[in-house]
């Protein structure tokens, strides 16, 4: 009884600091040049998500160089993910079409230059493609993942390759990293990791009700994207496994 009712004074208590974090966040935005640069925007989204961070107790942390440019390659877990990432380094998002249109979170992805791609749409991949070349070379990071959906964490997905294409035309580099979550009252798979048809509203109000949740990024070593896209695919998918099994094993130690 006694937890339950923790359980649901944590939720009372950081539900609503979150949408004020939230709502504070888009007020912010007002204060962007309408020309706003993409450094600008991924600034603002960086602040604007620790502080969301902050206000539902996710703690963040990471192993590596912070990347200060260049694709940045990971498993997908979460939609926490990307409040992550942005909490950890500003950067913008290659995101499919969908999250435009979720509540809030759309418009934070829209604000902040996110690439929306139509999946399963040929015709869109070239607009995409551009749109994440021209973030590449204004000296953002770009955060991209290439499993093209979220899992529970025991494996990473074969990698999509397309969307590694514009890092090679551009000739940026290319950074893998995993990230992980723990908790000490759940099971991640179930209560952090989003996944499935998992109802959404429903799952975020049940992470509210966590302790604590930690969550680590572990960066590897960039490397120059060049060369075939499909063997520079598989490089990186061995990278972000070796990363991934490594957060594993310190969770379990």
């Known amino acids: 009884m006694g937890e339950l009712l923790a359980r649901q004074l944590r939720r009372a208590v950081r539900l609503p600091a979150f949408l004020a974090a939230a709502l504070y966040g888009l007020w912010e935005h007002r204060k962007l040049r309408r020309d706003a640069s993409r450094a600008e925007c991924a600034e603002w989204l960086h602040q ?60 934070y992805a829209r604000w902040a230059g996110s690439v929306f791609v139509r999946r399963h749409d040929q015709a869109d991949t070239g607009r995409a493609n551009l749109s994440v070349v021209e973030s590449l070379k204004s000296g953002v990071p770009v955060v991209l993942f290439p499993e093209g959906t979220t899992t529970d964490g025991q494996s990473v997905l074969r990698f999509h390759s397309t969307m590694l294409q514009p890092a090679i035309d551009a000739g940026a580099q290319v950074t893998p990293c995993s990230i992980s979550y723990e908790l000490d009252d759940g099971a991640v798979e179930r209560e952090v990791c989003w996944w499935g048809d998992m109802p959404l509203l429903h799952h975020f109000l049940n992470l509210l009700a966590k302790k604590t949740i930690r969550t680590t990024i572990a960066f590897g070593t960039p490397q120059p994207a060049s060369g075939d896209r499909k063997q520079l695919s598989q490089m990186l998918h061995d990278e972000v496994l070796r990363l991934h099994e490594q957060l594993r094993s310190r969770a379990v130690s």
Request: include cysteine; glycine fraction near 6%; hydrophobic fraction near 45%.
């Open 48 to 107: 604007s998500c620790a502080r969301g961070l902050s206000a539902i107790h996710v703690h963040v942390s990471s192993t590596g160089a912070l990347p200060s440019h260049g694709l940045i390659v990971s498993n997908h877990l979460s939609y926490l993910d990307i409040l992550v990432f942005s909490a950890a380094v500003p950067c913008v998002f290659v995101s499919k079409a969908e999250v435009e249109r979720w509540p809030i979170f759309g418009r």
